[in-house]
């Protein structure tokens, strides 16, 4: 059976009785069908939710061969609730690029899912609809003030870095022109569209910490210089109120369940190759106010989400995981090892020894952090023994404890033992995470500490223009903000090609945009782009309906 097949033959639960689980009350929840429901802020418990324990899932370095990591979260939130744990799993919200473009979905998979799958993966709740209009009538507010006579800021067109967005992967606009069609259609100036998922708004509303320091957040967006050299920000258009109000449901976390109908809590979607890569603080809050375990994940592998989650999201949100858990498959690291992607389900112990150096940088990463790491190993049916004994054994070599999960084919019954690896974790002794740099420390440094004991790099090289938005930053008196790296993906390098452990490689940083609403400066390296393109057959061209509502085609 395909994922959206299971997912559709499941009898969901009403989300009142969801909600019920939980300890809310029906008339607290704000319905959106019988399925799902968003959640009021006023449920956050600081002190309750200090005393729950919070559980990280990572990954390697992604490859076409997928990993799991969402599935594994839900799989482990499915078998600590089986041993009696109450637990929620807390994840982003899909976006319409990737559900369209390569993934085809992103809701877990086999007996591992969030349910409705077809509702989460497509509009959900609207939330990246508000947030795209957020994000687009600053844009509209910008070029309204480049073109008033009354009003106007003295805004250089040349200077303005705010772009507008979509959720959708279109190549087609990274770069435009806009104000075409004479004097009463706008002054033109190039510009482009960005993906929804790497606005700045999306990164401010999974940051913010209440609505207020939402509205604070969303005021404090640089826009560019006027033609005087003054910086512009969105509180000087009188900006962040709209913007806010626009986003006064989309700032409530969502509710809907897991396949086994345990809760799950899903809002925000940044990326995490371009920016924080993980849910928004007042999810996980809301889930560790009302349970006493939280699965959340960080997107992509430990180099980016998990680096971003402990550097940024949990010094702003005062959170703490109590053990991380890396997720690897035989097929990934086999892809690492140097094996055609065709040919990943063939036994191959070579290739699979060739790539574990992938995994154990990952692991070694995971030791800046956390003293009690835990890898499980996404079974795949491909999958042989000895492979597995493979990963297992190198593992035990370094002090990681490490078990396969069968979650796919079994649900919660196919991550049990990891369930008691990661209770056992909890309950150790350990202090605080601490992260990785100091915010006090120049942004060199920070980039530098990040690019070598987290990539391995061995310098790290600045263009021209990088080193210009370095002088620009310190002229706005940023500084000492933390930094949220750009970055492929697909390496530990900034070069997608580098698979498995790359050494003796320079990190580029091309350029530092500046995202002052969200808190972060991104540095750019390699060739990352904010705006994807669709591939060679997108996904788009096998999802379909019938005439009697019935979607085909995710997975």
Partial sequence: MTDIEIAQGVEMKPISEIGRDLGVDVDQLEFYGKYKAKLPLELIDDEKAKKSKLILVSAISPTPAGEGKTTVSIGLTQALNRRDKKTTVVLREPSLGPVFGIKGGATGGGWSQVLPMEDINLHFTGDFSAIEKANNLLAALIDNNIQSKIKSLGIDPRTVEWRRVMDMNDRSLRKIVVGLGGTTSGIPRETGFDITAASEVMAIL??????????QRLGNIFVGFTFSGEPVYAKDLDAEGAMAALLKDAIKPNLVQTIEGTPALIHGGPFANIAQGTNSILATKLGLSLSDYVVTEAGFGFDLGAEKFIDIKCQYGDLSPD???LVATVRALKYHGGKNVKALTDEDTSALKAGLPNLEKHIENMYHFCKN???AVNKFPTDTDEEIELILKMCEKMGVKATAVDIWAKGGEGGLELADFVVDACAEEHDKVKPLYDWSWPIEKKIKTVASKIYGAIAVDYSAQAKKDLQKIEKLGL??????????QKSLSDNPKLLGRPKDFVVT????EISSGAGFVVPITGSIMRMPGLPANPAAERINITDDGSISGLF
């Fill in 206 to 215: 999974c940051l913010a910490t209440s609505f207020s320091d939402l509205k």
């Fill in 323 to 325: 053990s991380i858990v």
């Fill in 373 to 375: 790491p835990v890898v």
């Fill in 479 to 488: 500084n000492e903000l933390p930094i949220c790296i750009a970055k492929t």
């Fill in 509 to 512: 940083v091309r350029s530092i």
